[in-house]
C-alpha cells in the first residue's frame, strides 16, 4: 500500500535524518580534530590550543547523537530495538571512545603531569577516531542492507558487520571527518596549529575525495539490493572536489561549508535511498523495517512532533549563541596564561 | 535463568548505580555553586569568587563521569534490553528523547559556556549559564523519571492487541502519576543531601586543619543547611513515596519488611533474619504497629504480607514467583533508610555547631562529616536504587511484562559478557583518576584571592 510521504513516520524520518547529519555535522569537526591531536599538536601547547578550539562545544555537538538515538527509540521502536542490539559490540567499541575521550577533554589539563596528559592525548585520538570509524561502517551496513529475518531481528552476527563495503564506508567517513577537522581548525586557531592545519587540509582535501569517489564509486557497482544511490554522491563527491580549489585559494570557510555540505549529502543520500526502508533486509525484502513497520502510534509522533517544534529552534538558537561567543580564534596565549 | 539475561541484569545493575554515584552530586552541586556565583554577583565579596572556583571545579571533575556514563544508559536500552525496548518505545522512548531535547542540549551547551566563558560574558549572563545547567539536571532528572516511574507504576496506556504492544492512551496521565510525583522531589532532595554531604565532609578536611577558615566555614555552615534540607526532604518524600508504594506495588513493600503474612496493626521489622522454604522469618524484631502508621498514617491498618500477595499475582497472572528478593530488598530498604537518618543528624549537628559559631570546634563532628556523611550519602543513594528496581523484580514494568525474556534474543552471553566485563573494567579504572583529580583539588583548597584573575584560564581545557 502506497502511504504517500505526507505522514508523521516519514516526518520523523526525515527529523532523524536531520539529527544525524547535525552530529556528523558538528561532531563530524571534533572527531577530526581529536584525530589530528598527535599530527599537528607537537608539542603540549599546541594540543591544549587544538583541545580549546572544541573545548565549549563538543559536549552540545554530542548531544545531538543522544537526540538521534532517544527519537528513533520513541519515533521507530523496532529500528532503534533491531539496529542497537545487531550491532551491539560496535556500539560497545563506540561507547568507550566515546566515554575515555569525553572524560579525556575535561581531565587532561588539570593535571601537568606528562605522562598524565599523554595518556589522555590517546584517549581523544581513540576516542575520536574509532566512531568515526565505527559509525562509518555501521551506515554502510544501512545501505547494503542486513540479514533481518521474519522478526525483524538481526541475525548476521558481529563479523559480517565488518564487510569490505562497510569498512571502506568508514575509512571514508575518518577521512572526510580529518579533513572537516582539519578545515575547523584553520577557522578557530592560530600561530603554529593554524599553519599546520592549513598545510593538512592541502593534503586531505585530496585524501578525502579519492577515498570518498572510490567509496561512491563501489556504491553505484554494488547490486545487493541495498539503497539505490541517486545522484547525491555525485554530489558530495563534485563538493569535495570543489573544496581542493578552495583550499588551495586560502577560502577555508567556504571549503569548511562544502565539507559539511557533503556530510549533509551523503546522509542524505543514505536516508533517502533507504526510504521508505530503514533498515532493509538481505534475507527477503518482505522482512525489513520501514518507516511504517518500525513506528510509535500516531499519539506518540504528535506528541513528539509538538516538542520537536517547539524545542529544536530554541536549541539551535542557543547553540548558535554559544558558537558566537567563542568565534575568536584560539592561540598559545589563551591557554599559557593558565597556571598549570 | 537464562546467562545472557542473567548478565544483562547484572551489567545494568553495575553501569546504573556507578552512574548514579556521580549524578546525585551534580544534581544538588550545580545549584549551590550556582547559588554561590550569584553571591558573588550581587556582593561582590570575593570571598564567594573564590568559593564558586573552588566548588565549580569539584562540579566539573564529577560532572564529566555522570554525563560520559549517561550515554551507556541511553543505548543499552536497545542494546541489551531489545525485547524491552519493542514492548515499551511508544510510552518510554519518548521521554528519553524529550530529555536529550530538553535537559542534555541546555546542560552541555550553557556548561561549556560557563567553564570557558569567564572572561567573554558579563558576570550576570556568565551566572545565567550556570542557573541553565542546574535548570537542564533537574529537568533531565524530571524526565528520565517519567520513563522510569512508569515502569513501577505503568498507567495512560492500552495494549495493542494488533502487536502485543503497550502504546500512549494518555501523555497527560502519565506527567502528572502520582508515582512520579513522589519520585522526582525524593530525588531532587537526594541531590541536595549528596551534593551538601560532600560539600560539608570537604570543608570539614579542611576545618580540621585550620585551612582557609573564611572559604571553608561559609561553605560548611551551606553544605550543612543543604545537608538538613535535602535528606529531611528525602525522608519525607520516601515516606509519601512508600505509601504510594503499598498501594500500587505491595509486594515491594512487603519485601522490604520481609513481613509474610498480613497484619492488622503491622508491625515494622528492625531486624529478620528470612527462612523462604517456609514463607516466614526465622528472627524478627519489630516496632509493633510501626508499619501500620508509615503506611497510612494510622496505627490499626492492614498491611498485606508476601503470602497473600503471592497468592494474588499467581491468580491474575498465572503459576510463578512473584516474589523479589527478600534480603536484597529488606536490608537495601534497611541501609537507605538508616544512611538517611543519619544523614540528617549530621545535617542537623552542622547547623547547630553553625549557629552557635562553633562549626570548626569539635574535631569529632569534622571527621563525623567527613568520613560518615560521604559514606551514608553513597551508600544510601545506591541501596535506594537498588531497593525500588530491585523490589519491582520479577516485573520490569509492573504486572505488565516480566523482566525474564525482555533482554536481546540476537546478543549471546558471550557478548553481554564482554560488554559487562569491559564496562566494568573501564568504570573501575576511569573511577582511579576521577578520585585522584577530586581529592587533589579538594585538597588544594581554593585559591588566595589574589589569584582570582585566573579564573578563567584555569577552567579551560
Known amino acids: 500500500m502506497d502511504q504517500g510521504i505526507l505522514n508523521l513516520e516519514t516526518l520523523w524520518f526525515v527529523l532523524i535524518a536531520v539529527l544525524w547529519t547535525g552530529f556528523f555535522f558538528l561532531e563530524g569537526f571534533d572527531f577530526g580534530v581529536g584525530i589530528l591531536l598527535p599530527f599537528i599538536g607537537k608539542t603540549d601547547e599546541d594540543r591544549r590550543v587544538m583541545i580549546n578550539t572544541i573545548g565549549p562545544t563538543w559536549d552540545g555537538n554530542e548531544v545531538w547523537l543522544l537526540t538521534a538515538g532517544g527519537a528513533m527509540f520513541a519515533a521507530f521502536p523496532e529500528w532503534y530495538a533491531t539496529m542497537f542490539s545487531g550491532f551491539y559490540l560496535a556500539l560497545l567499541l563506540v561507547l568507550v571512545g566515546l566515554i575515555v575521550r569525553g572524560v579525556a577533554f575535561e581531565y587532561r589539563s588539570k593535571n601537568p603531569n606528562a605522562a598524565w596528559r599523554s595518556m589522555w592525548d590517546w584517549a581523544i585520538f581513540v576516542g575520536s577516531f574509532l566512531p568515526a570509524l565505527l559509525f562509518g561502517v555501521a551506515f554502510g551496513n544501512l545501505v547494503r542492507g542486513l540479514e533481518i529475518d521474519a522478526a525483524g531481528e538481526y541475525v548476521g552476527g558481529f563479523w559480517a558487520l565488518l564487510n569490505p563495503y562497510s569498512l571502506a564506508m568508514g575509512v571514508a567517513a575518518v577521512a572526510v571527518f580529518t579533513f572537516h577537522g582539519a578545515l575547523f581548525l584553520t577557522l578557530k586557531s592560530k600561530g603554529v596549529v593554524y599553519d599546520r592545519a592549513v598545510s593538512v587540509a592541502g593534503s586531505m582535501s585530496i585524501a578525502a575525495t579519492v577515498i570518498l569517489a572510490g567509496v561512491m564509486v563501489w556504491s553505484y557497482i554494488q547490486g545487493d539490493g541495498g539503497v539505490v544511490p541517486g545522484l547525491l554522491p555525485i554530489l558530495a563527491v563534485a563538493l569535495l572536489a570543489a573544496s581542493i580549489w578552495l583550499v588551495r585559494s586560502k577560502i577555508f570557510a567556504w571549503a569548511f561549508a562544502l565539507t559539511g555540505l557533503t556530510i549533509a549529502a551523503i546522509v542524505a543520500a543514505i536516508f533517502i535511498g533507504m526510504y521508505p526502508n530503514v533498515m532493509t533486509s538481505t534475507i527477503d525484502p518482505a522482512y525489513s523495517l520501514t518507516v511504517f513497520n518500525a513506528s510509535s502510534s500516531t499519539m506518540t509522533l504528535q506528541i513528539m512532533s509538538v516538542v520537536a517544534l517547539i524545542f529544536v529552534p530554541i536549541v539551535l538558537g542557543y547553540q548558535t549563541w554559544s558558537y558566537w561567543v567563542f568565534r575568536k580564534r584560539i592561540g598559545r596565549e589563551e591557554v599559557t596564561t593558565a597556571p598549570h | 535463568m537464562d546467562a545472557a539475561l542473567l548478565l544483562a541484569r547484572w551489567q545494568f545493575g553495575i553501569v546504573t548505580v556507578y552512574h548514579w554515584l556521580f549524578v546525585p552530586i551534580t544534581l544538588g552541586i550545580t545549584w549551590m555553586v550556582a547559588i554561590m556565583e550569584t553571591a558573588w554577583v550581587r556582593t561582590k565579596n570575593p570571598v564567594y569568587l573564590r568559593m564558586t572556583k573552588f566548588w565549580g571545579k569539584l562540579m566539573l571533575i564529577n560532572f564529566a563521569i555522570g554525563v560520559v556514563t549517561g550515554i551507556v544508559q541511553e543505548f543499552q536500552f536497545g542494546m541489551n534490553w531489545s525485547t524491552y525496548s519493542r514492548f515499551v518505545g511508544d510510552i518510554f522512548g519518548a521521554p528519553l528523547a524529550i530529555e536529550a531535547l530538553l535537559a542534555f542540549f541546555i546542560e552541555s551547551t550553557f556548561l561549556g559556556l560557563w567553564i570557558f566563558g569567564w572572561k567573554k560574558l558579563s558576570p550576570k549572563v556568565h551566572v545565567f549559564t550556570l542557573w541553565m545547567v542546574a535548570f537542564g539536571t533537574m529537568a533531565s532528572a524530571f524526565w528520565i523519571l517519567v520513563a522510569g516511574s512508569w515502569m513501577q507504576y505503568p498507567i495512560g496506556y492500552v495494549i495493542n492487541p494488533a502487536t502485543g504492544r503497550a502504546e500512549m492512551a494518555n501523555f497527560l496521565e502519565i506527567v502528572t502519576s502520582k508515582m512520579l510525583w513522589s519520585q522526582f522531589p525524593h530525588t531532587i532532595f537526594v541531590g541536595f543531601a549528596t551534593a551538601g554531604a560532600v560539600m560539608l565532609g570537604v570543608s570539614a578536611w579542611h576545618l580540621a586543619r585550620k585551612n582557609h577558615l573564611e572559604v571553608m566555614r561559609k561553605s560548611a555552615a551551606f553544605a550543612s ?237
Open chain 2, 225 to 461: 543547611v543543604a545537608l538538613l534540607v535535602g535528606a529531611s526532604g528525602v525522608a519525607l518524600t520516601g515516606h509519601f513515596l512508600g505509601q504510594v508504594m503499598v498501594e500500587v506495588q505491595p509486594m515491594k513493600m512487603a519485601a522490604a519488611e520481609a513481613l509474610w503474612e498480613t497484619e492488622q496493626p503491622a508491625s515494622f521489622s528492625l531486624f529478620a533474619v528470612g527462612d523462604k522454604e517456609n514463607s516466614r522469618n526465622a528472627v524478627n524484631v519489630v516496632i509493633p504497629r510501626a508499619l501500620s502508621l508509615l503506611s497510612c498514617n494510622n496505627l490499626d491498618c492492614e498491611v498485606r504480607g508476601i503470602n497473600d500477595l503471592q497468592a494474588e499475582m499467581v491468580e491474575n497472572h498465572g503459576p510463578g514467583d512473584y516474589i523479589p528478593n527478600l534480603f536484597v530488598t529488606y536490608w537495601g530498604f534497611r541501609l537507605m533508610v538508616g544512611s538517611g537518618m543519619l544523614m540528617i543528624l549530621i545535617g542537623a549537628l552542622g547547623v547547630w555547631f553553625y549557629l552557635r559559631g562553633k562549626l570548626d570546634e569539635h574535631w569529632w563532628f569534622l571527621k563525623l562529616a567527613l568520613w560518615v556523611g560521604i559514606a551514608a550519602a553513597f551508600i544510601g543513594n545506591a541501596t535506594g536504587w537498588i531497593f525500588t528496581e530491585m523490589g519491582r523484580q520479577p516485573w520490569v514494568v509492573y504486572e505488565v511484562l516480566l523482566t525474564e525474556g525482555t533482554n536481546s534474543p540476537t546478543v549471546p552471553a558471550a557478548w553481554v559478557a564482554t560488554s559487562l566485563i569491559g564496562l566494568s573494567l573501564l568504570y573501575g579504572l576511569l573511577a582511579i583518576p576521577a578520585v585522584y583529580l577530586f581529592v587533589k583539588f579538594a585538597k588544594a583548597g581554593p585559591g588566595e584571592e589574589s589569584e582570582n584573575e585566573d579564573v578563567a584560564a584555569s577552567m579551560v581545557y
